[in-house]
């Protein structure tokens, strides 16, 4: 239903920009010929010596042509929206079968020593992000991913649940949302730049008004200017004059020329996109529903006289205005005698001290309703997800009903159930090679980071309580640090000991820790590798963390206390793998108990191993 959906409205907003496109050229005919006629006709009356009607006439054309000018402008944005709508419905149903068009990884925010982004593919070509992501500025990007590596408060998760489930089913009003953002590549730039001038750095900067007479000169000097022009081609004052107008013009633009130029650096990448910010800032004050979310946004953005959206649009047409002064040819013909740059900056400075404050609000306003507006976009688009229930409970709560890996294609993945309750539980996963323990592990600690950003999930249920997720899965040798792949995981291993250290008896603990951890111990000798994993098992039940560890060590399903009984701490589960008319065949079904089947055996004989031999 989805993709049939997204195809239709692709095919409706691509005919609308047919339409506006048509509309467009037929206007810059007529443009043309209005001009050409205008100047024609204004020709042949100068020409008859009828002064009026030739004024007349230039006037009704000047007019005339701006009007056209302005419906034309409207026209390509029309146009531009409708190509831009037409490729969002494309992407969503390209994000259906798993394939992305847009080219954003998020793979800038992943850090190596982050406990679970690396191993759960949040970010790269195919991730959480990349599923997710319908943000397009720079602060929305940021924020997207900040809440798919920091696990949200209850509280906050509710918040965006509730904000998504209102925003899923405005699906006009989502999409025009980012069909806008479309609008300028220029909101994709950082606002807050550490490696050079920014917006937000003005915007926050302490404030340094211009001196008074320059306030006072900017008004007098181009009259004066002005003035001495008109004496001298009455042939009243010697060009002298004017010329030493403009001299002192010229020394008073001096004053400020750094001051104007550091403003300028800092406001022009920005400009084109500011008109943007404004639609975007205008169309999130829009937003309908009752969420506390959107009640939050619509406060920050709707403060004040005027909206946020109004004021950035004052902003737009004083820093456009203002970096008319780039151009050499205005600068000297205009910028100069009128003192351009002093009348600016002083429009700019008044406009700082009364709202650069908020300018950060504004946009971290606008990246929350882009990060929720991924969420509603997502929840849209796979509706068999559910949203899950999050517990609050003084203990780790994990129940998994008919789970499936979110970044496999729905329906194409096999899903499993699974149950945990309380703390310093271990679940050992074992099975063959390729039988799905490592997909196991991955897609119920992808799920837990969709649940924990406030995202829907892959299930018919979950139910979770808050947790701090760890993994040890991908860990690779590094030649910069001279680190063998088995160091490498004692380090990642060192890292989840002193995360969940504390006593089960101490009070006041952050969440307790989910773990996951494939082939634990991989890298060394089978007897070092029980050893290990079984001290490490052990040693983990004393904490308040429970998790998961997959492994082909049979004899860690069978761990057994002092008195010789197994371990009520640790339970068993395991896929397995058949042969048929010498195939492999996988099930990925998840089962009770320690496997009984492994299939190295047959692997190695398929690549021409003689495994025969290792009986002589």
Not at 519 to 531: C, F, Q, V, Y
Request: with cysteine; glycine share 6%; aromatic share 10%.
């Amino acid at each position: 239903m989805g993709s049939i959906t997204f195809t239709a409205r692709q095919q409706e907003f691509q005919q609308a920009e047919q339409v506006a496109q048509r509309q467009y050229n037929e206007l810059a005919l007529w443009r043309l010929i209005w001009f050409v006629g205008s100047i024609f006709a204004v020709w042949l009356l100068h020409r008859a010596d009828q002064v009026a009607a030739t004024l007349v006439v230039a006037l009704v054309g000047i007019i005339g042509f701006l009007w056209m000018l302005k419906r034309h402008t409207a026209i390509r944005r029309t146009r531009d929206l409708n190509h831009h709508l037409a490729f969002v419905n494309q992407d969503e149903a390209a994000r259906l079968e798993r394939k992305f068009l847009r080219p954003e990884t998020g793979e800038e925010f992943l850090s190596p020593t982050h406990s679970y982004s690396g191993d759960l593919d949040v970010f790269g070509k195919l991730s959480l992000f990349r599923l997710l992501n319908r943000t397009h500025t720079h602060e929305g990007n940021r924020r997207l991913a900040d809440w798919l590596l920091s696990p949200a408060k209850p509280e906050t998760i509710h918040f965006r649940q509730q904000a998504v489930a209102e925003l899923v089913p405005q699906l006009d009003w989502r999409q025009t949302f980012e069909g806008l953002a479309y609008l300028n590549e220029a909101v994709s730039r950082p606002t807050d730049r550490s490696d050079g001038p920014s917006l937000k750095q003005w915007a926050t900067a302490k404030a340094e008004p211009l001196p008074v007479y320059l306030n006072l000169a900017r008004f007098v000097m181009p009259i004066l200017t002005a003035g001495l022009l008109a004496a001298w081609l009455g042939g009243w004052v010697s060009g002298w004059a004017v010329l030493g107008s403009i001299a002192i013009t010229g020394a008073l633009l001096n004053l400020v020329s750094e001051r104007a130029k550091l403003v300028s650096e800092q406001t022009a990448d920005i400009t084109a996109a500011l008109g943007v910010f404004g639609d975007l800032l205008a169309h999130a004050e829009s937003v309908s529903g009752k969420a506390e979310r959107f009640r939050v946004i619509r406060d920050t953005l709707g403060s004040g006289s005027q909206s946020a959206s109004e004021r950035v649009g004052q902003l737009s047409d004083l820093v456009q205005n203002f970096n008319f002064r780039r151009n050499p040819y205005f600068y000297l013909f205009v910028g100069l005698p009128v003192l351009w740059d002093v009348h600016y900056l002083i429009r700019l400075e008044r406009w700082r001290q009364e709202h650069g404050p908020h300018l950060e609000h504004w946009f971290a306003a606008l990246a929350e309703m882009e990060s929720l507006n991924s969420l509603a976009g997502f929840a849209y688009a796979h509706p068999t997800y559910i949203q899950p229930d999050i517990v609050e409970t003084d203990h780790l709560t994990l129940e998994a009903r008919q789970v499936a890996h979110p970044l496999l294609v729905p329906g194409k993945g096999v899903a499993n159930s699974l149950a945990m309750e309380g703390a310093g539980e271990t679940i050992l996963i074992t099975g063959s090679n390729m039988s799905g323990k490592s997909t196991f592990l991955r897609t119920l600690g992808a799920n837990a980071v969709l649940a924990m950003a406030g995202a829907v999930v892959s299930a018919e249920r979950l139910v979770i309580s808050p947790v701090r997720l760890f993994t040890s899965m991908r860990t690779q040798d590094s030649l910069e640090e001279s680190t063998s792949s088995f160091y490498a995981e004692l380090k990642r291993l060192q890292t989840l000991i002193r995360l969940s250290g504390e006593p089960k008896e101490s009070s006041g603990l952050p969440a307790p820790i989910l773990y996951f951890l494939d082939e634990i111990l991989k890298g060394t000798n089978s007897a070092d590798r029980h050893r290990g994993a079984e001290a490490l098992i052990r040693q983990l039940h004393k904490t308040t963390a429970s998790g998961f560890v997959s492994t082909h060590d049979l004899e860690l399903g069978q761990l057994t206390n002092t008195d010789g009984q197994p371990l009520n701490f640790v339970r068993n589960y395991h896929f397995q793998s058949d042969i048929s008319d010498g195939k492999l065949l996988f099930d990925y079904r998840l089962r009770d108990g320690i496997c009984q089947s492994f299939n190295a055996s047959q692997l190695m004989r398929s690549i021409g191993i003689d495994m025969d031999l290792a009986d002589h």
